[in-house]
């Protein structure tokens, strides 16, 4: 129940957190695409355009399960409302669950219309359908365990905007989605294989072109560190109650 809650929660808004997300991703493609094409070479065999379009579903993917998660739980905070769900007889692997399956459920549902509505500028094929599943599902999971975790610690709106903002963001862009590292100097691109939103973007980006900046398995066994890392802390802090039981 809570998490058909949740999944109500941002559908019932769906112009705001759904469609609005996919026009910001069209507008990214015109600008950069328009712009870059053929200026830009990434692979020997993709185009500009082809290679921005998995990369604006993925970082699409990512921001909106963070926003899912981190949104609900400070709105319910400061709205007062999560004392209800504190009288529920739900463990906190069932908040956990309820948390991160509705933000993995909005983030495919946003990259699936982003997917939708950029497939006339490019149609990338799809050589490894599997990759993009994968790393689909395990990005949204662990924004959303993400989001789980910034919204227990935020305490108003304002902490909640500073952590998207100068932090989900500028991985997000700094992670590959409008470049390949390997146009940048030495020095950037190892501090480009720091950031573990690269290695989401990279091996979704696999699955499309078959080709990519690391081995998928590299990016695949990092992300599932990752996701069981976040994943840890965020049910150690709800099994304790922080910043919720006060």
């Given at each position: 129940?809570?998490?058909?809650?949740?999944?109500?929660?941002?559908?019932?808004?769906?112009?705001?957190?759904?469609?609005?997300?996919?026009?910001?991703?069209?507008?990214?493609?015109?600008?950069?695409?328009?712009?870059?094409?053929?200026?830009?070479?990434?692979?020997?065999?993709?185009?500009?355009?082809?290679?921005?379009?998995?990369?604006?579903?993925?970082?699409?993917?990512?921001?909106?399960?963070?926003?899912?998660?981190?949104?609900?739980?400070?709105?319910?905070?400061?709205?007062?409302?999560?004392?209800?769900?504190?009288?529920?007889?739900?463990?906190?692997?069932?908040?956990?669950?309820?948390?991160?399956?509705?933000?993995?459920?909005?983030?495919?549902?946003?990259?699936?219309?982003?997917?939708?509505?950029?497939?006339?500028?490019?149609?990338?094929?799809?050589?490894?359908?599997?990759?993009?599943?994968?790393?689909?599902?395990?990005?949204?999971?662990?924004?959303?365990?993400?989001?789980?975790?910034?919204?227990?610690?935020?305490?108003?709106?304002?902490?909640?905007?500073?952590?998207?903002?100068?932090?989900?963001?500028?991985?997000?862009?700094?992670?590959?989605?409008?470049?390949?590292?390997?146009?940048?100097?030495?020095?950037?691109?190892?501090?480009?294989?720091?950031?573990?939103?690269?290695?989401?973007?990279?091996?979704?980006?696999?699955?499309?072109?078959?080709?990519?900046?690391?081995?998928?398995?590299?990016?695949?066994?990092?992300?599932?560190?990752?996701?069981?890392?976040?994943?840890?802390?965020?049910?150690?802090?709800l099994r304790t109650g922080y910043k919720i039981r006060h």
């Amino acid at each position: 129940m809570l998490f058909y809650k949740e999944v109500l929660r941002f559908w019932k808004v769906g112009f705001q957190t759904v469609a609005a997300p996919v026009i910001t991703a069209i507008l990214y493609m015109m600008i950069f695409g328009h712009v870059l094409e053929g200026r830009v070479q990434v692979y020997d065999t993709v185009n500009y355009t082809a290679f921005l379009l998995p990369g604006l579903v993925m970082m699409s993917v990512l921001q909106n399960a963070f926003a899912n998660s981190s949104s609900s739980l400070i709105q319910s905070k400061v709205m007062g409302n999560l004392v209800f769900l504190l009288l529920t007889p739900l463990s906190h692997r069932a908040w956990f669950v309820a948390y991160v399956g509705s933000s993995v459920v909005r983030g495919l549902a946003v990259g699936a219309g982003v997917m939708l509505a950029t497939w006339w500028f490019a149609r990338p094929s799809f050589e490894a359908p599997l990759w993009i599943l994968v790393f689909a599902f395990m990005g949204a999971a662990l924004l959303g365990a993400l989001g789980l975790i910034a919204g227990l610690w935020a305490e108003k709106f304002d902490q909640m905007a500073a952590f998207q903002n100068f932090v989900i963001v500028p991985m997000t862009f700094l992670s590959g989605v409008f470049y390949s590292i390997h146009s940048l100097p030495d020095f950037w691109q190892r501090v480009s294989h720091l950031n573990p939103f690269f290695y989401m973007i990279d091996g979704f980006r696999y699955g499309f072109f078959g080709v990519s900046d690391v081995s998928p398995w590299i990016s695949l066994g990092l992300v599932s560190v990752a996701l069981v890392a976040v994943s840890a802390v965020a049910l150690h802090l709800l099994r304790t109650g922080y910043k919720i039981r006060h």
